[in-house]
């Protein structure tokens, strides 16, 4: 870890928001929207989105309120509009209280993110690094960050998650970080 730190040096801290919404509502949305796509998709995909509503997230009246067929020209698929409807009939309802999350523990978090369906743990992990900018998140279900730990650690095949809850050990209580760095490190392999 020591070295692609030295290697890649400061990273930039707006690039680890990598273009997610600062809403608590709008964050989840994008991660619906792009869950299992490429980067590059679901950045299309989400432009499409927000370009029904006048360039932003819509809220989760409008969401719940806007045709399926519109939501489908959009590039989304059936079992996302359903999930999508989920989290804002459940932000409607009260019971998606962000406001509330930032003083739970993680585990807590992770429970109320992921009884809405098609938000799974990665997901919970991912609004713990990036929306709630949680110190010690390590994702063990993301691919990108086990393929990193692969490669850094000359490792034979992915690590599972015990595997990489061992070697992240000495990075506590810095593991969002840690995955930041793993993460940059498979876009900027060394020649």
């Not at 792009?34 to 432009?47: P, R």
């Not at 809220?59 to 489908?72: C, D, H, I, K, V």
């Not at 996302?80 to 003083?103: H, N, P, Q």
Request: proline share 8%; aromatic share 6%; glycine share 10%.
């Amino acid at each position: 870890m020591a070295g692609i730190v030295r290697r890649l040096g400061p990273l930039d801290r707006e690039a680890r928001r990598r273009g997610r919404p600062e809403d608590g509502y709008g964050a989840l949305l994008r991660t619906i929207v792009g869950q299992q796509l490429s980067v590059k998709a679901a950045a299309s995909i989400y432009a499409k989105v927000t370009a029904l509503y006048g360039g932003a997230p819509p809220a989760p009246e409008q969401l719940l309120s806007t045709g399926e067929e519109e939501l489908r020209a959009c590039g989304l698929s059936r079992p996302k509009i359903s999930y999508l409807r989920d989290l804002a009939r459940r932000t409607t309802e009260g019971e998606m209280r962000f406001s509330e999350m930032d003083g739970m523990p993680d585990a807590e978090v992770i429970a109320r993110l992921t009884a809405v369906k098609g938000l799974g743990r990665w997901s919970a992990d991912m609004f713990l690094m990036f929306h709630l900018r949680r110190p010690d998140v390590l994702p063990v279900g993301d691919l990108g960050v086990r393929r990193a730990i692969e490669r850094a650690y000359n490792l034979p095949e992915l690590p599972g998650p015990g595997e990489m809850e061992q070697i992240a050990g000495p990075w506590r209580p810095h593991r969002t970080l840690a995955s930041l760095y793993l993460w940059e490190s498979l876009d900027n392999v060394p020649a």
